[in-house]
């Protein structure tokens, strides 16, 4: 993961969302979820405690992903996750959650679950109802529009 | 949820760790993982977006109680979820993960989801290391300690 930050802030990539100040946005994997992001913490740290006076501006960035994420897919709720037990440093997963979604009431992770030993599970998950590259270009319009910070 | 806040807020409880100025925190009923706690935004809001400008504050409560959470009952790492899938009024979870946990890689809804058809898992769930009031005692003294702000 900490290579993973350091590869998409030297070059960008197709998933590459925005470059906060102190975090990395890009859309993630389960694009059933449709606008799913992930947000990285720049700094090497796995809980937030760790962060010190940046605590606040990483949380900030969270929530402004988190307010695009809503504007441009305007889903029914969203799940706010920072778990790190596979992966210790610091990312939030922002899953967008429909209404037409029949496990809409449990996390997602009974979904991808399943996922990792259904390959057509898997494939379905994978499959957002827009494509990844508009999610990105939306996101990054919201973004622009409303100002959000980014790393100098 | 939000009758659960109001009257929390009113009468204290036996769970109550801590009436924040934007949110109310109390212990939550997974002690497996001991020192779980809940954290209930005191506005009525089911996304983070709408709290306008108390955000960072609501957010910064959070942290706190997790800090809190941290130093009392230094876990191997630390949950933190937003989800409001069923009940959507704004509420955090923060789940204290043992390294000593044969699921510790997982997140913690595995486990509760088939507590919920098993008494005797449900039972192993609920019942933490240390005593509940002892928990809260430990969390009260700590946000003391460290000046946490109440509510006025």
Request: charged share 20%.
């Amino acid at each position: 993961m900490c290579k993973t930050v350091a590869d998409l802030t030297a070059v960008g990539g197709p998933g590459l969302v925005w470059h906060f100040p102190h975090s990395v946005a890009f859309l993630g994997p389960w694009q059933f979820y449709t606008g799913y992001c992930l947000i990285v913490s720049r700094e090497p740290a796995s809980e937030l405690s760790q962060l010190g006076p940046n605590r606040a501006a990483f949380l900030e960035e969270m929530a402004t992903l988190a307010e695009a994420i809503e504007a441009c897919f305007t889903p029914h709720k969203l799940n706010y996750e920072l778990l790190g037990n596979v992966v210790p440093h610091l990312h939030w997963h922002i899953f967008p959650r429909s209404a037409n979604d029949p496990e809409k009431l449990r996390p997602i992770w009974f979904g991808t679950d399943k996922a990792e030993n259904d390959p057509a599970e898997k494939a379905r998950l994978q499959t957002g109802s827009i494509p990844p590259a508009e999610c990105v270009a939306k996101l990054r319009a919201w973004l622009t529009a409303n100002g959000a910070p980014t790393a100098s």
